[in-house]
């Protein structure tokens, strides 16, 4: 494939060959699916050696709309010729703000970033200038920063909150302990953790939930414990975005924190990104130096304003949820029909594929999986993230193209490990992320 040989020559000027790992080719089915894309419109895209495939990873969650939104593009089309970035400020960047503070039930003020790694640093940075102490206690992936790789200087801490086994080339060792991770579900271990640093923790910072709903009354529980220990809640809603709602998760959970972080869906993959909050908590950050030239870039402020009016305007998280609950019963009745043994579950807006096997097995079915469905046209993981452009036409051969694949695996299935690795045509996927929320 000529995207291979693109990647190859990647591989001799780009450290490790891409600028995010989920972009990884090993991420996927390598060799097989897509690596280097040439276009993208609505639900699909297509490929460096002409082939088209319907997109289930929306931009790693970044696109929500669908991909050249006409209204967002025009949007931005229209900025441009009005210039993206001077010498002084933009109005824009007040009326985002206004939007975000009407939106989001934590908002009362505003800062912007580029992306959600940048922004979680932004907040980790407010949250410990107000507090004035340093230790974070964090559940969930948050980005490459200093202050979350941290973690890593005690080895293995992030295995199940980043990816296993990542070194903190570069990381001052100075910073060890300063992040300190907690598991998800268990407001025991958290109170522990809270009261072993009293006094020292400036935030729990956290991804109130990725694919699966939390326990009952357990985010309850975590504000109840940061109010106790006055240390600040901090929720990461750069993956979940605004897919359950137009205000992020915290309408839907009823469960407020004190800042709440996100990036990727806000703009339709734009580059975008904001950390907002409570005046008391925010308004301290006009005294840090927190600083850059393109946060106030207005095609970033454009595309999210936009976006997120079009979100309200065309009811996209309800889309988006009735995608999702007809996309899981076709996936069920495919799995059914061949006696795959897999379990569709997620939310309704992000559902996901359990391979029901031994352990050892799981990946080499889920890569499986990815292969199969690449063969017939369907990018993704064993899970999907939605946008409001994946409709029937997506669905119908999603479905049909889900049939024959799990068909495939049942049968490799009878031969055991041998049988699923002899119909593989690529390594079994690395790098997969392996995540505390689900």
Not at 113 to 122: D, I, L, P, Q, S
């Given at each position: 494939?000529?995207?291979?040989?693109?990647?190859?020559?990647?591989?001799?000027?780009?450290?490790?060959?891409?600028?995010?790992?989920?972009?990884?080719?090993?991420?996927?089915?390598?060799?097989?699916?897509?690596?280097?894309?040439?276009?993208?419109?609505?639900?699909?895209?297509?490929?460096?050696?002409?082939?088209?495939?319907?997109?289930?990873?929306?931009?790693?969650?970044?696109?929500?709309?669908?991909?050249?939104?006409?209204?967002?593009?025009?949007?931005?089309?229209?900025?441009?010729?009005?210039?993206?970035?001077?010498?002084?400020?933009?109005?824009?960047?007040?009326?985002?703000?206004?939007?975000?503070?009407?939106?989001?039930?934590?908002?009362?003020?505003?800062?912007?970033?580029?992306?959600?790694?940048?922004?979680?640093?932004?907040?980790?940075?407010?949250?410990?200038?107000?507090?004035?102490?340093?230790?974070?206690?964090f559940c969930g992936y948050h980005g490459w920063h200093d202050w979350y790789l941290a973690a890593n200087l005690a080895p293995g801490a992030l295995d199940d909150?980043?990816?296993?086994?990542?070194?903190?080339?570069?990381?001052?060792?100075?910073?060890?302990?300063?992040?300190?991770?907690?598991?998800?579900?268990?407001?025991?271990?958290?109170?522990?953790?809270?009261?072993?640093?009293?006094?020292?923790?400036?935030?729990?910072?956290?991804?109130?939930?990725?694919?699966?709903?939390?326990?009952?009354?357990?985010?309850?529980?975590?504000?109840?414990?940061?109010?106790?220990?006055?240390?600040?809640?901090?929720?990461?809603?750069?993956?979940?975005?605004?897919?359950?709602?137009?205000?992020?998760?915290?309408?839907?959970?009823?469960?407020?924190?004190?800042?709440?972080?996100?990036?990727?869906?806000?703009?339709?993959?734009?580059?975008?990104?904001?950390?907002?909050?409570?005046?008391?908590?925010?308004?301290?950050?006009?005294?840090?130096?927190?600083?850059?030239?393109?946060?106030?870039?207005?095609?970033?402020?454009?595309?999210?304003?936009?976006?997120?009016?079009?979100?309200?305007?065309?009811?996209?998280?309800?889309?988006?949820?009735?995608?999702?609950?007809?996309?899981?019963?076709?996936?069920?009745?495919?799995?059914?029909?061949?006696?795959?043994?897999?379990?569709?579950?997620?939310?309704?807006?992000?559902?996901?594929?359990?391979?029901?096997?031994?352990?050892?097995?799981?990946?080499?079915?889920?890569?499986?999986?990815?292969?199969?469905?690449?063969?017939?046209?369907?990018?993704?993981?064993?899970?999907?993230?939605?946008?409001?452009?994946?409709?029937?036409?997506?669905?119908?051969?999603?479905?049909?193209?889900?049939?024959?694949?799990?068909?495939?695996?049942?049968?490799?299935?009878?031969?055991?490990?041998?049988?699923?690795?002899?119909?593989?045509?690529?390594?079994?996927?690395?790098?997969?992320?392996?995540?505390?929320?689900?």
């Amino acid at each position: 494939m000529r995207q291979q040989q693109i990647f190859e020559r990647a591989c001799s000027l780009i450290p490790g060959g891409t600028q995010l790992v989920s972009r990884r080719p090993t991420q996927y089915a390598s060799g097989v699916s897509p690596i280097y894309a040439r276009w993208a419109k609505g639900a699909r895209f297509g490929d460096a050696d002409g082939r088209e495939f319907i997109d289930w990873v929306s931009g790693i969650g970044a696109v929500i709309l669908g991909y050249c939104d006409d209204v967002v593009d025009q949007a931005v089309c229209d900025q441009l010729r009005q210039g993206t970035i001077y010498s002084v400020n933009h109005e824009l960047e007040v009326e985002l703000a206004e939007e975000l503070v009407e939106l989001i039930p934590c908002a009362e003020m505003v800062r912007y970033a580029k992306g959600g790694g940048e922004a979680c640093a932004v907040a980790v940075r407010i949250a410990r200038g107000v507090t004035g102490r340093d230790k974070i206690l964090f559940c969930g992936y948050h980005g490459w920063h200093d202050w979350y790789l941290a973690a890593n200087l005690a080895p293995g801490a992030l295995d199940d909150h980043l990816l296993p086994g990542i070194d903190p080339i570069g990381v001052p060792a100075a910073l060890r302990d300063t992040a300190l991770p907690f598991p998800y579900g268990d407001p025991a271990e958290l109170e522990a953790q809270l009261e072993r640093h009293r006094g020292e923790v400036a935030a729990v910072m956290m991804e109130p939930l990725r694919s699966q709903w939390p326990p009952e009354g357990y985010l309850e529980a975590v504000r109840e414990l940061c109010d106790r220990e006055r240390v600040l809640l901090i929720f990461d809603e750069v993956s979940t975005g605004f897919r359950l709602s137009a205000g992020g998760v915290q309408p839907v959970l009823g469960v407020t924190p004190d800042l709440a972080v996100f990036a990727k869906s806000i703009s339709n993959g734009f580059p975008m990104g904001a950390v907002v909050g409570r005046r008391d908590v925010m308004a301290p950050a006009a005294s840090m130096f927190i600083s850059s030239t393109y946060w106030s870039d207005t095609i970033g402020l454009r595309a999210a304003l936009t976006t997120l009016r079009e979100l309200r305007r065309r009811d996209v998280p309800a889309t988006l949820k009735a995608t999702g609950q007809t996309l899981k019963e076709r996936i069920r009745q495919a799995a059914s029909a061949t006696h795959c043994p897999v379990r569709v579950s997620g939310l309704d807006v992000h559902p996901q594929l359990e391979f029901e096997l031994e352990p050892a097995w799981r990946n080499l079915a889920a890569t499986l999986y990815i292969q199969e469905m690449a063969l017939r046209g369907c990018h993704g993981y064993p899970s999907f993230y939605l946008n409001a452009a994946q409709g029937d036409p997506e669905i119908e051969q999603t479905a049909a193209a889900a049939k024959e694949t799990f068909a495939l695996i049942a049968a490799a299935v009878e031969d055991g490990e041998a049988g699923l690795r002899a119909r593989l045509r690529c390594p079994p996927r690395g790098d997969a992320f392996r995540r505390q929320v689900r």
